[in-house]
């Protein structure tokens, strides 16, 4: 059996287009979500959605235009800021502050929390942003 050729940029938005067309047609959600909803069903961005369904004859103001990209940006720069703390939280658990690697037996070893000055009993949230505070300061 062929592979399939994958879709260029160009081939997959004027697809989305079409069905969307149809999806269109059928919708009977409210016009307030229409964006939530485009977005779920054709798996874009809320700043594609805008662009597509004004492509499809959606009207929007420059108002909803200039709130669904300040939305859209602040989702990423929450997504940045959740993925940039899942790092952080990579090096360290309840019991370290610090992993430097682990051992052929698969324990970690590193600094622990009480040689940096941090009471262990404290939540390992509250732990992890004192850390992050003393190596900042």
């Not at 938005?13 to 149809?22: P, S, Y």
């Not at 929450?78 to 019991?95: I, P, T």
């Not at 000055?117 to 992050?132: S, T």
Request: aromatic share 10%.
């Amino acid at each position: 059996m062929a592979k399939k050729k994958k879709l260029t940029k160009a081939e997959r938005k004027e697809a989305r287009l079409r069905k969307g067309k149809q999806w269109l047609l059928t919708y009977t959600g409210s016009p307030k979500k229409m964006n939530k909803y485009y977005r779920e069903r054709f798996h874009v961005d809320a700043v594609t959605a805008a662009k597509d369904l004004q492509e499809l004859g959606v009207n929007y103001t420059q108002e909803q235009l200039d709130q669904i990209k300040q939305a859209e940006e602040q989702r990423l720069r929450q997504r940045k800021m959740e993925r940039e703390a899942k790092e952080r939280y990579e090096d360290c658990d309840d019991r370290f502050a610090f992993i430097a690697g682990y051992t052929d037996g698969g324990a970690p070893y590193g600094v622990m929390w009480e040689e940096v000055g941090i009471d262990p009993g404290l939540p390992f949230e509250e732990k992890v942003k004192l850390y992050h505070m003393q190596m900042l300061g």
